[in-house]
Nanobody
Framework: QLQASGGGLVQAGDSLRLSCAPS????????MGWFRQAPGKEREFVAT????????YVADSMKGRCTVSRDNAKNTVYLQMNALKPDDTAVYYC?????????????????WGQGTQVTVSS
């Protein structure tokens, strides 16, 4: 299981760092991704990082405001989000894919974690 954490209620313009760590599994062999889902909307890609961390890709909606990173020694993936907007309000999920390069496609992911709620007030 993957567990995302670090969400909360913040004001517009604030920053948050989300973390994702598995239980009973190592992330070292997987590409990792972050997705989000707002009420009444479909799940949306946010960012992905390759197994080694050398390749990252961020959705246009978050580009310039978001950084994805990983520390395989700590078995944790991070999503640093800055300049948050009310439109960023959603449940954020992390996921793992056997595709070691990562992916922006939700269907590519093999394991999903419980999400963490991010609420941005205006």
């Amino acid at each position: 299981q993957l567990q995302a954490s670090g969400g909360g209620l913040v004001q517009a313009g604030d920053s948050l760092r989300l973390s994702c760590a598995p239980s009973g599994r190592t992330i070292g062999g997987y590409g990792m991704g972050w997705f989000r889902q707002a009420p009444g909307k479909e799940r949306e890609f946010v960012a992905t990082i390759s197994r080694t961390g050398t390749t990252t890709y961020v959705a246009d909606s978050m580009k310039g405001r978001c950084t994805v990173s990983r520390d395989n020694a700590k078995n944790t993936v991070y999503l640093q989000m800055n300049a948050l907007k009310p439109d960023d309000t959603a449940v954020y999920y992390c996921a793992a894919t056997r595709g070691t390069g990562g992916s922006s496609m939700a269907r590519s992911y093999d394991y999903w974690g419980q999400g963490t709620q991010v609420t941005v007030s205006s």
